[in-house]
């Protein structure tokens, strides 16, 4: 499980929650960086084509072995677009790896949502039981000075 997550941890020293918050934006810098550099390929069954595909750019390369240019344009026209999808949805998997690797698993955060709940639940009920012992502190002021 990913360290990214730690919910409980919000509610620990700002200090260190702010140490936290410098490495996850680290973390993301890096992360944007891995993203814009990640590229999809895909190849034809006998590597007479061959896609290369990456988010900023879209299509960055198609590679022909001049043996293609015997293909039906139908043909050929259909196994571009074929590769274009498959190298597209490399690069795409390779971007979720890279996001996963940096944040875990969307299901690791899930995961840890009861957890944080009770954290919370916790917190608020410390928030209240502090308001009304000052409240009653309050009203022991006023009848001192009444």
Do not use: C, W
């Not at 730690?6 to 680290?26: C, H, I, T, Y």
Request: hydrophobic residues 35%.
């Amino acid at each position: 499980m990913s360290e990214y997550f730690d919910l409980p941890d919000l509610f620990g020293s700002p200090e260190e929650f702010q140490r936290e918050q410098q490495e996850r934006l680290g973390r993301l810098a890096e992360l944007q960086q891995r993203i814009a550099e990640a590229t999809g390929t895909a190849r034809s069954e006998d590597d007479r084509i061959i896609v290369t595909y990456s988010e900023g750019n879209g299509v960055e390369e198609i590679r022909f072995d001049p043996r293609v240019m015997r293909m039906p344009s139908e043909d050929l026209a259909a196994e571009v677009a074929r590769l274009v999808n498959e190298a597209r949805a490399d690069a795409r998997r390779q971007m979720q790896q890279l996001v996963s690797e940096t944040f875990g698993e969307p299901t690791a955060i899930v995961d840890q949502l009861p957890e944080f709940q009770r954290t919370v639940d916790e917190v608020l009920r410390d928030t209240h039981q502090m308001r009304d012992q000052l409240d009653v502190l309050l009203d022991r002021m006023r009848k001192m000075t009444e």
